[in-house]
């Protein structure tokens, strides 16, 4: 129901666990990668709002060699939904609340209803079905992290993993048995807003531009380099609802763009070129406060 962020671990070393039986890895931009094609692997949020529609931008391009989708769930962090729910409740308001709730539950019950039920997928309401109308296996594990989730990763030769709206961390095992790492798309400019609910902060903060920004995962919170950064004008008359429309159609064209020059790179045997995202310009944002919100509606801005 929000807009997040994907996480990574602070700067802790990861408790010992089974190692996936070995694969062969070529670091990316070496001599040594050898294969024709690149294997990708996608993290997305079930959120139905905009990501049924980001998803499928990207698998029009990329379905033939995307090896599954792990689909995560909207709680942020360790809280569950309920927990998420209400502190959306609180930040929201109850009027933009209601209406947010209202149009998460109806596009849940088209889901259900006319793809779930009636098997369509003319129009796609989940990402689920985005992935069954093209013939990419979901995959079910509610901790990407485990040894087995890894080892099936590792099975289907896994080079690149796709992390859109992810909400789980991807720790120090996933990311280095992944040859050509991970990659997130975050919606803001980095290196300044980083943390939750980009949207939000560049339309608090008046800023005359937003932009999302697809960056490889490192150990840290958005932190590492970015592949691909795109921008757009915001209008003194958008809604919070027109950012978030507007920054996810933008992050599927980034995404798309991001996911060619890693794989074009790969198969030239060349490092994939990248824009610095340096730690000391960084500006860092967490879920906004009622205070926040009063600055937010003061300055004249909407949710929608």
């Known amino acids: 129901m929000t807009e997040t962020t994907t996480m990574t671990e602070p700067q802790a070393s990861d408790q010992a666990n089974a190692e996936p039986k070995p694969v062969e890895k070529p670091q990316p931009g070496l001599p040594g990668w050898s294969k024709d094609t690149v294997t990708k692997y996608v993290f997305i949020q079930n959120e139905p709002f905009f990501l049924p529609k980001v998803l499928d931008k990207y698998l029009r391009e990329f379905a033939g060699t995307t090896a599954g989708i792990n689909v995560q769930s909207v709680a942020q962090g360790k809280r569950t939904v309920f927990q998420t729910a209400m502190d959306l409740l609180k930040m929201y308001g109850p009027w933009y609340f209601q209406w947010k709730l209202r149009n998460f539950v109806w596009r849940k019950l088209k889901g259900k ?5 009636l098997g369509s997928t003319k129009h796609c309401y989940s990402v689920g079905a985005v992935a069954k109308k093209y013939g990419v296996p979901l995959h079910d594990m509610p901790d990407v992290n485990a040894d087995e989730f890894r080892q099936m990763l590792a099975d289907n030769g896994v080079d690149f993993i796709v992390s859109i709206s992810g909400t789980q961390l991807y720790r120090k095992k996933l990311r280095e048995q992944t040859p050509l790492g991970i990659v997130n798309c975050h919606g803001a400019l980095l290196p300044r807003y980083r943390g939750l609910m980009p949207s939000f902060w560049t339309l608090c903060n008046d800023e005359p531009v937003g932009g999302v920004s697809v960056h490889f995962v490192d150990a840290k919170l958005d932190n590492g ?3 691909v950064q795109k921008t757009y004008k915001i209008h003194k008359h958008d809604t919070l609802e027109d ?4 920054s996810k159609d933008l992050a599927a064209e980034a ?9 074009a790179a790969a198969l030239r045997g060349e490092p994939v070129e ?3 995202n340096p ?5 860092h944002y967490s879920m906004p406060t009622k205070d926040d919100v009063k600055r937010f509606k003061d300055a004249g801005h909407k949710f929608f």
């Open 243 to 246: 950012v978030m429309a507007r």
């Open 113 to 117: 209803l006319v793809n779930d039920a």
């Open 274 to 276: 990248t824009i610095p």
């Open 279 to 283: 730690e000391a310009e960084q500006s």
């Open 225 to 227: 380099p970015i592949v």
């Open 255 to 263: 995404i798309i763009e991001c996911v060619k020059n890693v794989e």
